[in-house]
């Protein structure tokens, strides 16, 4: 994964024409080496508001997010968000007048986004944040007032269940994690308005292509599906990563736990089956979450409907496998003139990417 072939440049030509036209939708992309943060779901199911009520939307600046209701007055969310210069090494945040929240909807076009909008008393991003390698990327939003009571927290995964959930991933079980969000449905494809979600399985830290150097694994899950195309892409960051602990799934709240905040995934494209996306593991940050809330963090007493682990009464669309820009070299693709020239075009002036924020 170090080494940029020319098949994988070539698959990434898509995404940084799709890059370069960006809308003020999008975030700043990170330039640490090809990963690509600000994410929308790709292949995903729409989702109405009483299947992931503690789905929060975020927009600082021109920029958009997600985020993650963890109180009546609590935002939880991804650092890179409200950094006002993504990537530069100087972290920053947005003032609080350029930061708004917005809960309690799943289609944006029902929305007064000038009328409606959740006032910023506080921003605060993660001391020892590095905007290079997306480790520490979360941010707590204090709101001015309480969201609506429609508006329903999620309780936060406690660092004493971390090892029940690392045991799950290594267990092999499939499908495990449920993401959500406004983001882009696939690489070169813009959102449509909707809230959308999707289900992915939890990777071991062992088998993670990220993890190492640079990329702890206490500090990042990892999450892909083996068998559709689907998970993250632009728009989707600082969205929630939800678990169900099988030890109380029978509690009002069903169990469910945010794990995760959607950090980044591979500049190659969105919803590729051998990459997986990456989240930042909210039970590493616990206690500065806790620290950070007045009064300490108190687990939320909601109570929630709908099954939202019952995968097979998804309609999901059939996505076929991803196939990596290796193989699809290696089995007869040849460079046209056009991809030869928009190759000598663009590589002087791009950097070698391999991570993309979301």
């Known amino acids: 994964m170090n080494v940029l072939k020319l098949s994988g440049f070539l698959a990434f030509l898509p995404a940084v ?4 036209g960006a809308s003020a939708e999008s975030l700043n992309n990170s330039k640490y080496e090809g990963f690509s943060a600000a994410p929308r779901i790709v292949a995903g199911q729409k989702v109405e508001i009483n299947e992931a009520p503690w ?13 993650i209701v963890i109180a009546q007055n609590y935002i939880l969310t991804a650092a890179h968000c409200i950094d006002a210069v993504h990537g530069d090494g100087d972290i920053t945040r947005h003032a609080n007048s350029k930061i708004k929240v917005f809960a309690g909807f799943t289609y944006r076009g029902s929305v007064n986004f000038n009328a409606e909008a959740m006032l910023v008393e506080d921003a605060i991003i993660y001391p020892h944040y ?8 979360l941010a707590l939003i204090k709101l001015a007032s309480p969201l609506p009571e429609r508006v329903k927290p999620i309780t936060l995964i406690q660092p004493s269940q971390q090892a029940d959930l690392d045991n799950e991933f290594s267990s092999g079980r499939q499908l495990n994690l449920y993401v959500s969000g406004w983001g882009r449905t696939g690489t070169n494809s813009r959102n449509d308005g909707h809230l959308y979600s999707t289900h992915l399985t939890g990777i071991a830290d062992s088998q993670c292509q990220w993890m190492g ?25 600082g969205g929630p990563l ?7 799934a029978g509690d009002s709240d069903k169990g469910y736990r945010a794990v995760g905040i959607v950090s980044f995934g591979t500049s190659e494209g969105c919803g590729l089956t051998y990459r997986e996306d990456v989240f930042t593991q909210i039970s590493t940050y616990f206690s500065w979450i806790n620290d950070q809330i ?60 391999r991570k993309l924020t979301f």
């Not at 590095?130 to 990327?137: A, M, Q, Y």
């Open 242 to 248: 939800v678990w169900q602990d099988p030890n109380h």
């Open 213 to 237: 150097e640079g990329f702890p694994g206490y500090a990042h899950i990892c999450a892909s599906n083996p068998f559709r195309a689907t998970g993250t892409c632009s728009g989707d960051s």
């Open 130 to 137: 590095n905007d290079k390698n997306l480790r520490g990327d």
């Open 17 to 20: 024409f799709a890059h370069f």
């Open 55 to 67: 789905q929060a939307y975020v927009v600082a600046g021109k920029s958009y997010c997600g985020g």
């Open 294 to 353: 007045e009064g300490g963090y108190q687990d939320p007493m909601s109570t929630f409907a709908v099954d939202i682990f019952n995968v097979a009464e998804r309609n999901y669309p059939a996505t076929p496998l991803s196939v990596k820009p290796e193989q699809a070299q290696a089995a007869g693709g040849s460079l046209n003139w056009f991809s030869l020239f928009a190759l000598l075009l663009f590589l002087p002036c791009l950097k070698r990417h």
